[in-house]
Structure formats: structure tokens, C-alpha cells
């Protein structure tokens, strides 16, 4: 079975170790299916950007067990090996507890795990942290070991001493190198997309050869030997001649599943890019409009220059329907404020001002307020939220216009996180949803169900 790459805390070297096997499983001409736990955009890009297969996310959380199982193989399947990225610590899961951890994806898959672990600075502490997370839970297998930021023979020598009776397999140091460091931003690591330091593959391979025993683990990227599962079906979603929906997606706005497009193309619907960033106008022909997260914060002052771009969206939303998350939702309002305090214009279809403010990061439980577009009244939903800016409330020139959108626009649910009190959250009415939150939409059938009937059936675009 492949093995779940996981670690004693973030920012362990967890990418870097999922990065440097791909790269030199593709200079050997292997390919590996990559996997990441958790809900992360980022890390999952980084995985689909070398030349490997697309790498999918598991999340036990916002997808439930099934979609994991079925995800993981269906895609496993299709190569001889796999990998699986883990999220934070290994326990970290919901809240305080281990729910939707590492851990539980590892044990749900029946795969071990290889743990990395930053040695600096530490020889004996290692093996306290180490058989602290064997002895923690004896379901999960800790196979094998890599030590991070080994910058000695020396200090190799003396973990060796203090690893020679345990049972676990050393498979290998990574010295500290400045050139397999990956670019960080506030969320977390720096897309792919927006990044000019690209990963050297080349050099990843090679590193990845001098220090790992590659061959030995090899044995643990094996795919798993299954070959029925119960594949998800979008068969009763199916659709003839669908309307065409729009996506925005380009360096600005980019934080969508890979199989959300996957799903909608699946059932017969076209899809079409848009680009904000190139200031296109919304093709004709789409009748809906789906604008993922991303980072308009970052490119405010070129979004409110892409004057077509803008333009288009205002005149689009007379008469399409459209679907913001997070990032997407930001560019609806009249301005993005940056961090000089500089005031961006936007589309200012919705009354508001996006401001730096707090992070705000974690799982959602997520109840419908009335029947709308993508929730109906007393739905359950499960989703999650990912920024650092919010909306700016106490705009006295905005107070008319925002009485007017509060009887027009109320939220569509509210959304609580851990052991926390539900708030109302989001915008919306026949023609819109937009909100914070972050939706997985394929595995959550009744989510896709009213999106498909938004979007296809109850909706049609006055041409």
C-alpha cells in the first residue's frame, strides 16, 4: 500500500519530501498519483505542477468516507505507485480532537506512515517524539522515518546510535538547502501560478537520490492491489444540451478542486475559462458564472484596471447567474482596501469593502437559512474557510445602499466552527451565491443537485 507522509507538527518538510519523490519518480520516468490531505488549495498545486498526475485532496471532514475510499481508488488505480501528503500533525484533527486527521486518513486507507521529523537541534529528544506518536495510537503503523535538517555526518552518526534498537525503518537525512526551500505567503505556500521561483526538478531529483534510500522507499508508494470499488456516480445528474457556465480562472483567482470541473463536464455541461487577469469580457454564450478563491487582494490595482473585465461582470449579472467564493466574492464588492490603505475599485455589485484583517481558517458547519440557489432551509452542509480579509461594515456613504441590499440580499446560511455559536454569513438571491466558505461540490450530492438546478433547470439567462 502507498504511504501517508505525515510528520509531529507543520512546517516539518512534508511538501518538500512529497516534492522531492515526485521529482524523482518523474526522472525515472515513473509516474506517482499524489494525494493531500485536508482542504489545502496550495500544497495541491504545488503536487499537480511538475508533470505528475493531478493530485487530489482527502478530507474526511468535508467529503465523508466514502468520497476518501472511492477518490483514493479511483485514482490510486490508474498508476503502480501513490503517495499521500498529510495535513498539520499527524493527530491534528477538528477542533481538538484527531476527527478528520492524518491519522484517521491513514487508518481509513490502511496505509502506514512515513514520518518526517526536523532534527535540528535534537539526537535523543527524536526518539521520545518519535515512540510518543508510535505509542499514541496503536492502530497506526509508523513504518519508516526521514530526518529533517541533518547538517553533519556527525549529527547523522548520533541519530543512527539513538535509532539502532527501534523498529523502524531510517530512510534517509535531508540536509538543510536553501534551494529546496518553498516560497511562503500568508496562507500558507505560494501557488505555483503566482510563484517565480519554480521548482527545479532536475535538482529536487537529484537531492532526492543522495539523500533517501529511494529504492527502499519505492516499496512503500505501491498502489494498492483493489480493483472494484464503488465508483461515484453523476449518471441521474446527466444533462442534454447544458447551459454553458464560465469559470474565472487564471493567477488571480485559482482555488478550485479539480473535480468540481471534472463533475460539471461529467454531466454535459460546457465550461469556458475567463480571465480576469487578461481583462476578457464574459463569453456570450455563458449563462452562469462559477469565480473560485484566489488572490484579488494581490492583484487589486490590475483587477480594477481590467476595465473590460469589470465592465462584462456588471452587465453579466443583469441577467447571469453567479456562483463567488471567498476571493471571488471580494471582487463583487466596491473596493478592496490594500494593506496602504489604498481604495481598488471593483465591480461594486455588492455594497461592501474587503479590508486586511484577521486570518480566519478551519472546517464549517454550514445550515441552510431559506431555500436558495445552492442551500435549502434547514440543510446541512459541511464546508470551510480560508483568508485573511473580511468585509467592512461601517461605511456611512454605503449605509443607504446597504439597507437596500439586506432586504434584497440576506445570507443563505449560517456557519459555525468548532464548539462556536452559528453567525449568518453570504449574500444572495435568484441570480447569486456568494460567501467565504469553500465548498467541495461533487461530494455533496444535495450541494450539486441545487447548483445543477440553479444553474440548468430552474435558472435561464434572458438573452
Known amino acids: 500500500m502507498p504511504c501517508v507522509i505525515s510528520s509531529p507538527s507543520t512546517d516539518s518538510g512534508k511538501t518538500t519530501l512529497s516534492l522531492l519523490i515526485s521529482c524523482w519518480a518523474f526522472s525515472k520516468g515513473i509516474k506517482v498519483q499524489t494525494f493531500k490531505v485536508g482542504p489545502d488549495y496550495l500544497d495541491q498545486q504545488q503536487l499537480s505542477s511538475i508533470g505528475q498526475p493531478i493530485c487530489r485532496n482527502l478530507d474526511i471532514f468535508l467529503s465523508g468516507e466514502d468520497w476518501v475510499q472511492e477518490s483514493f481508488l479511483k485514482h490510486s488505480l490508474k498508476y503502480e505507485f501513490s503517495l499521500i501528503e498529510g495535513a498539520m500533525g499527524l493527530f491534528d484533527g477538528l477542533g481538538s480532537t484527531t476527527y478528520s486527521s492524518t491519522a484517521d486518513i491513514s487508518k481509513l486507507l490502511n496505509t502506514p506512515v512515513i514520518f518526517i521529523v526536523n532534527a535540528r537541534g535534537q539526537v535523543a529528544s527524536l526518539l521520545a517524539t518519535v515512540r510518543g506518536f508510535k505509542n499514541f495510537d496503536s492502530e497506526l503503523l509508523i513504518s519508516g522515518i526521514i530526518f529533517n535538517n541533518v547538517n553533519s555526518d556527525r549529527h547523522k552518526k548520533l541519530i543512527k546510535e539513538v535509532f539502532k534498537n527501534e523498529d523502524i525503518e531510517i530512510l534517509g537525512f535531508l540536509p538543510s538547502d536553501s534551494k529546496i526551500t518553498l516560497n511562503k505567503a500568508n496562507l ?135 456562483y463567488a467564493e471567498c476571493g471571488g466574492m471580494m471582487i463583487l464588492g466596491d473596493f478592496i482596501k490594500d494593506e496602504n490603505g489604498n481604495n481598488h475599485k471593483m465591480s461594486g455589485i455588492l455594497p461592501f469593502r474587503s479590508k486586511k484583517s484577521k486570518l480566519s481558517v478551519g472546517y464549517r458547519y454550514i445550515e441552510g437559512l431559506k431555500d436558495t440557489p445552492i442551500i435549502k432551509q434547514n440543510q446541512l452542509i459541511r464546508g470551510h474557510e480560508f483568508h485573511y480579509w473580511e468585509i467592512e461594515n461601517n461605511l456611512s456613504e454605503l449605509d443607504l445602499r446597504k439597507a437596500e441590499y439586506k432586504k434584497k440580499l440576506p445570507s443563505p446560511w449560517k456557519i459555525k466552527s468548532w464548539k462556536t455559536k452559528y453567525k449568518n454569513e453570504g449574500f444572495f438571491d435568484e441570480k447569486l451565491h456568494a460567501s467565504w466558505i469553500h465548498l467541495h461540490m461533487p461530494s455533496s450530492r444535495e450541494v450539486a443537485k441545487n447548483f445543477i438546478d440553479a444553474t440548468q433547470i430552474s435558472f435561464s439567462k434572458d438573452c
Not at 532526492?208 to 441521474?236: C, G, H, M, R, T
Not at 469565480?291 to 461582470?313: T, V
Request: net charge negative; aromatic share 14%.
Open 188 to 322: 500558507g505556500l505560494v501557488s505555483p501560478l503566482d510563484n517565480s521561483k519554480e521548482i527545479d526538478v532536475e535538482y529536487f531529483a537529484n537531492f532526492a537520490e543522495q539523500n533517501l534510500d529511494v529504492f527502499s522507499l519505492i516499496k512503500f508508494l505501491k498502489s494498492p492491489q483493489k480493483k472494484i470499488f464503488n465508483s461515484v456516480s453523476f449518471a441521474d445528474f446527466k444533462i442534454d444540451r447544458g447551459k454553458p457556465i464560465a469559470i474565472a480562472e487564471d493567477k488571480i483567482f485559482h482555488f478550485q478542486y479539480p473535480e468540481t470541473r471534472e463533475f460539471l463536464a461529467e454531466i454535459g455541461i460546457p465550461l469556458i475559462s475567463w480571465s480576469i487577469y487578461d481583462d476578457e469580457e464574459i463569453p456570450n454564450e455563458a449563462s452562469s458564472l462559477i469565480i473560485p478563491g484566489g488572490f484579488p487582494e494581490k492583484y487589486a490595482d490590475h483587477i480594477s484596471n481590467s476595465i473590460k473585465s469589470l465592465n462584462s461582470l456588471r452587465k453579466f449579472r443583469k441577467n447571469g447567474f453567479i
